[in-house]
């Protein structure tokens, strides 16, 4: 949700949230500090709602600003922006304002149109393969199959918040048990392990086989390579203590999911373990609080809870208890070509569904000051604007012959929250223009764009053969 650049209108929201708390305008103004006349301007929509005052509601009443957006749903609203556009629907005068109007008034409808785009556009990508001669079919169904597990999982833990409530509680209420913030969380795990009987073993590289852990249920070992750092090997141990110890726990848990299929539940079981194998080594009040007081420093926190930069990052992603909530940030990994191979979101940062990122994100320009943090204001399509730090890692694994590959971090969150985060210091928050980005160039309308790849799906390209600009793709309406 932006709150810088636009005038942000909440006056249906901000009243139905005064009448779950059956309050009326002038004790909610006490509380908020403001004049019960500013109230009622904000609820009749003849007044915006000012960032102090969206600050102040979050810490008033334990909200995310994001819950206050005329459209909480910016996945959704993204979705079905991509979906209206589509040159077969013949609609792409569209405008936000109809979008936005669609999701508030049928938000079931519009999830049914993005439903049947998606599975059209499935049709239609099907439908070319098998008319390819120089596709390979039997391949192509393939990785279909394989990537609906994938996409089912992330939009279930989307869907979630990224947070799963039983699952954390289990894991800070261990983490209790071993006092791990008094001893050494190796020891302290190792010997948990050892009361299942199972031992921990660090072999070298070439004994795993490529691999970096390893669980052997009927020798009672928990292998792991000698190429995995401290932490990683706590992870491991931790997410073995979540499998052995809370499988009720995640299995109620993948019950209510509304998964299917094997392969779904499978990924879903593995993602829940991990999960609980970080909350063990952050355990959430202690986490939250430490994130709090250092202002969300992602080094300095990593060095306090012997965690990685990736590790602490993810967890800070995940901060979204009820009674007790975090910035809510979004979570991305991606590699040098653009791939994603994670993405995460506490609040509603619209991923795409398909393609890559945008490359004026800086995302991509971290791989330039490897180990440096960088921070960024983006401002995506919609208007909405998030302030995005950005640094790089290295996996575990590498050796001389066979380096381990370098990934990008990205963590960000909304643009209000910035000013709660160290790494906001040294800018000037209020005179930054902010970065335009797109989705991915495929979604992108922004013209004449330099670093643009890919024509967008939903315009015609228009070719001009006396003209060279910045932009490889022009296309109809570009000015």
Not at 266 to 294: D, K, T
Not at 414 to 442: F, K, M, S
Request: net charge neutral.
């Amino acid at each position: 949700m932006s709150t810088r650049g636009e005038k942000l209108m909440i006056g249906a929201r901000l009243k139905a949230l005064r009448h779950s708390l059956s309050l009326t305008q002038a004790q909610m103004a006490a509380e908020l500090e403001v004049s019960p006349s500013y109230i009622t301007l904000i609820e009749s929509n003849q007044r915006p709602v000012s960032v102090k005052l969206l600050m102040r509601l979050a810490e008033v009443y334990d909200l995310n600003v994001s819950e206050l957006a005329p459209s909480s749903n910016a996945q959704l609203a993204s979705d079905l922006a991509a979906a209206v556009k589509d040159p077969t629907l013949e609609a792409a005068d569209v405008t936000r304002a109809e979008v936005d109007a669609a999701l508030q008034s049928a938000p079931g409808i519009a999830q049914a149109l993005v439903r049947m785009h998606e599975k059209y556009r499935s049709l239609v990508l099907r439908t070319q393969s098998e008319s390819n001669p120089l596709s390979d079919r039997d391949k192509v169904e393939v990785l279909e199959e394989t990537s609906k597990p994938v996409d089912a999982v992330r939009e279930w833990f989307y869907e979630s918040r990224n947070y799963f409530d039983v699952v954390d509680r289990a894991a800070e209420t261990m983490a209790e048990e071993l006092a791990l913030h008094r001893s050494e969380p190796h020891t302290a795990m190792t010997g948990r392990l050892a009361a299942h009987g199972i031992r921990v073993r660090i072999l070298p590289g070439d004994e795993m086989e490529g691999r970096l852990r390893r669980y052997d249920p009927a020798r009672h070992e928990l292998m792991l390579s000698e190429l995995l750092g401290q932490s990683s090997r706590r992870f491991q141990i931790g997410m073995l203590l979540g499998s052995l110890e809370q499988s009720d726990v995640i299995e109620d848990t993948l019950k209510q999911s509304g998964l299917s299929g094997e392969a779904e539940m499978a990924l879903a079981r593995v993602s829940l373990e991990n999960y609980f194998g970080a909350a063990l080594l952050m355990p959430y009040r202690r986490f939250l609080a430490a994130c709090e007081s250092e202002r969300y420093d992602v080094e300095l926190l990593s060095h306090r809870f012997g965690t990685s930069y990736e590790q602490t990052a993810h967890r800070m992603s995940t901060l979204q208890r009820p009674e007790a909530r975090g910035i809510p940030f979004f979570f991305i990994r991606v590699d040098r070509a653009g791939n994603v191979s994670k993405r995460f979101s506490a609040g509603r940062f619209p991923f795409s569904k398909f393609g890559g990122t945008c490359p004026l994100w800086n995302i991509h320009g971290a791989f330039e000051t490897p180990d440096q943090v960088r921070a960024q204001i983006i401002r995506i399509p919609d208007g909405n604007s998030y302030f995005s730090i950005a640094r790089t890692v290295t996996r575990a694994g590498g050796t001389h012959y066979n380096p381990a590959p370098r990934l990008v971090i990205g963590l960000g969150c909304d643009v209000a929250y910035a000013p709660r985060l160290i790494y906001a210091d040294r800018l000037n928050l209020d005179r930054i223009q902010p970065t335009e980005i797109g989705l991915n160039c495929y979604l992108c309308e922004r013209p004449n764009c330099a670093s643009r790849a890919q024509a967008p799906i939903n315009r015609r390209l228009t070719i001009n053969e006396q003209e060279r600009s910045l932009a490889i793709f022009r296309f109809e309406g570009e000015d």
